[in-house]
Structures are given as C-alpha cells and as structure tokens.
T-cell receptor
Framework: EAGVTQFPSHSVIEKGQTVTLRCDPISGHDNLYWYRRVMGKEIKFLLHFVKESKQDESGMPNNRFLAERTGGTYSTLKVQPAELEDSGVYFC???????????FGQGTRLTVV | AQSVTQLGSHVSVSEGALVLLRCNYSSSVPPYLFWYVQYPNQGLQLLLKYTSAATLVKGINGFEAEFKKSETSFHLTKPSAHMSDAAEYFCAVTLYNFNKFYFGSGTKLNVKP
C-alpha cells in the first residue's frame, strides 16, 4: 500500500511567485492534515480536511495560503504570492479516523528567494 | 493551551550508550503524547504514543518513554544506541487523541561509532 505522497519534494521560487504543493493521502483516508516547519523550528499545524470539507483551518497563517481537497482525494496547498517567510518544509498527513494513527509524507521543502 | 518543549536541539551519544531525549509538555486537559522520528529524506514515523493507559510506553526499535504527570514529562529512552538511530526526533501532544499535533522543535540525535 502506498504511503502519503507529496509533490514536489523541493521547490525554489522567487518572492511574489505562486507555488502549488500537492498531497496524495493513503487511499481511503478521510482525514488529511497540512503542517509546516519553518527554519528548523517546531512543526506547526495548518489545517485539517475531513473528506473535502475544511474541519479546522485555524493554523493557516494568512490569506495568501489556499488549501483545497476537491473530491476528497488529493489536496493542494497554494501560496500566492509567496514571501520569504514562507520558506520551510510542508508536511502532509492522513488518517482513516480522527483518532487513528496519522501517517506523514516526506514533506515538500519550499525555498522562497 | 497545549505546548511541548524539547531540551537540546542536538544530542550526541556513542554507539551502545544510553539515549535520553527530553520532552516536557503543557496541557489544559489530560494529554495524549507522542514521539515521532524523521530519518533523512523520509516522512515522520510514529515511534510510540501515550494515551492514558500504562505510563511506561514501549515503541518500535527498542525505544520507550515514561509519562510522569508530576514532572509534566515524557522523556524518550533507549538503553543502547545504534548507528541507525541517527535521526531527528519530535515530541508532540494532542487533545483527545486527535491528530492536531502540537510539536516540539525537534532533537537531532547523532550516534558516534
């Protein structure tokens, strides 16, 4: 069974550009989470989808970030326009139930220059 | 509010020596506590978790952690370090065993031959 897959693994963009990160959860997992780790600090929660609905988006830093999960399968996280402080590693995780084990992807390292 | 503090961003031990990674938590409700490990170029992997059952929790790869309410701690230990244990370790707390994690800033473990 495939794990959580994230694309791309690395992205380098210029300030002001747009970047879209993608996460493919484990098949059948209704719950999908986005996390971010900035500059070697703690990993912080961004948001949580249950199927295609945003259950909790309290961690989204500002309106330059837009997450979608159309059809309740894969999810995208768009940053537009990107700023220098958006650099970091973006992790995606999925779980079958709210209290089931969450499985993490390897992350997307985003560098904004 | 929930938070986690990991003392020591870098820990170095010799192969065969005791591994001790420290984690202290703050939680407004009885906590669920986790340790995750990230090997190079991989996603986060669950090592072990405490969910209010036994206070000594055994995980994978010979790791264990003890929940001490009086000390608000959940330190991770392994009696004998192996070279393959070199990785970054994250302590995390959640509410009600749900997957909205509050992570610590991580501890990189280096194992010397």
């Amino acid at each position: 069974e495939a794990g959580v897959t994230q694309f791309p693994s690395h992205s380098v963009i210029e300030k002001g550009q747009t970047v879209t990160l993608r996460c493919d959860p484990i098949s059948g997992h209704d719950n999908l989470y986005w996390y971010r780790r900035v500059m070697g600090k703690e990993i912080k929660f961004l948001l949580h989808f249950v199927k295609e609905s945003k259950q909790d988006e309290s961690g989204m830093p500002n309106n330059r970030f837009l997450a979608e999960r159309t059809g309740g399968t894969y999810s995208t996280l768009k940053v537009q326009p990107a700023e220098l402080e958006d650099s970091g590693v973006y992790f995606c995780a999925s779980s079958q139930d709210l209290d089931a084990e969450a499985f993490f992807g390897q992350g997307t390292r985003l560098t904004v220059v | 509010a929930q938070s986690v503090t990991q003392l020591g961003s870098h820990v170095s031990v010799s192969e065969g020596a005791l591994v001790l990674l420290r984690c202290n938590y703050s939680s407004s409700v009885p906590p669920y506590l986790f340790w995750y490990v990230q090997y190079p170029n991989q996603g986060l992997q669950l090592l072990l978790k405490y969910t209010s059952a036994a206070t000594l929790v055994k995980g994978i790869n010979g790791f264990e952690a003890e929940f001490k309410k009086s000390e608000t701690s959940f330190h991770l230990t392994k009696p004998s370090a192996h070279m393959s244990d070199a990785a970054e370790y994250f302590c995390a707390v959640t509410l009600y065993n749900f997957n909205k994690f509050y992570f610590g800033s991580g501890t990189k473990l280096n194992v010397k031959p």
